[in-house]
């Protein structure tokens, strides 16, 4: 349930802060399932819902937090590694300066640029070439169309960078790593984010999609375990070669994009 936890302790300030946007999203992501269409080989991601479930798994991790540290300052002999940043911090991470110079994130940038350019091979048209776009059943002029997938990419990108990082290197490594040690914590979590990379819509090259997936991983996991379990320039990491990488195919290849937005061309 959205923001269950939290209602269940009596939280509800902070329950609520979840659940609504959560069922806003999820809801939305319902309404407007049937307008999604398919440009060539990926279908268009609903974008809602996938920020719905997104945020739910920000939801579980910030309570996953809370419990952690409680414990701890009951129990200091526990030695279970976790990120103590407030919530609210992790969540600007990507746009703080002394994250976004680090070599990881500058890295992890260029990467993802070298994705959008990479990543797409079959690149036949560009974006000079688009005549219109259409999302979500409505149809848009390039200019338009390029200022809603934009907004998409980054707002899913975000997600992903927040969500992903809190599953896989906030609760997965530092549960796996306190249990079973840090090369356990870091092979078992590392290979789980790149495998379930084979899930994506409209995969082209899966073993490429899981192999850069997986080596992802390793990086980000490493960083996390040197770092004390701190998330900050991982999540900042993730979200801008995802963000790039988006934004480089839609110059480069549109028609690949991997938003399924749908795209014509000038003959």
């Known amino acids: 349930m959205p923001g269950g936890t939290y209602f269940y302790e009596g939280d509800y300030r902070t329950g609520a802060s979840f659940a609504i946007p959560e069922i806003g999203l999820l809801a939305t992501g319902i309404l407007v399932n ?3 269409g398919k440009q060539d080989k990926t279908s268009e991601i609903n974008a809602p819902s996938l ?3 997104q945020l739910y798994a920000v939801d579980k991790w910030s309570y996953f937090q809370k419990e952690v540290l ?8 526990f030695k279970l590694k976790i990120d103590d940043t407030p919530l609210s911090d992790l969540m600007v ?4 300066r002394e994250v976004i110079s680090s070599p990881l994130v500058v890295a992890f940038a260029l990467l ?3 994705d959008g350019i990479y990543g797409y091979p079959e690149r036949k048209r560009s974006f000079s070439d688009i005549d219109n776009v259409t999302a979500m059943g409505n149809r848009m002029s390039r200019d338009s169309g390029t200022g809603y997938y934009e907004g998409m990419a980054f707002a899913v990108s975000y997600g992903a960078g927040v969500s992903e990082e809190m599953l896989f290197r906030g609760f997965m490594l530092p549960v796996i790593d306190y249990k079973y040690g840090k090369r356990a914590g870091l092979v078992s979590s590392s290979l789980t984010f790149g495998l379930l990379h084979a899930f994506n819509p409209g995969l082209q090259n899966p073993a490429y999609t899981v192999t850069q997936a997986t080596l992802a991983g390793f990086i980000f996991g490493y960083s996390v375990q040197k770092e004390d379990y701190k998330l900050s320039k991982a999540i900042a990491a993730h979200f801008w070669y995802d963000f790039f990488s988006m934004t480089t195919t839609w110059l480069t290849n549109p028609n690949e994009n991997p938003l399924g937005v749908q795209v014509t061309f000038n003959f």
């Open 112 to 114: 993802g640029i070298a």
């Open 93 to 96: 991470a990507p746009f703080k």
């Open 34 to 36: 049937d307008k999604m």
């Open 51 to 53: 920020l719905a479930f």
């Open 70 to 77: 409680r414990v701890k300052a009951e129990n200091p002999e």
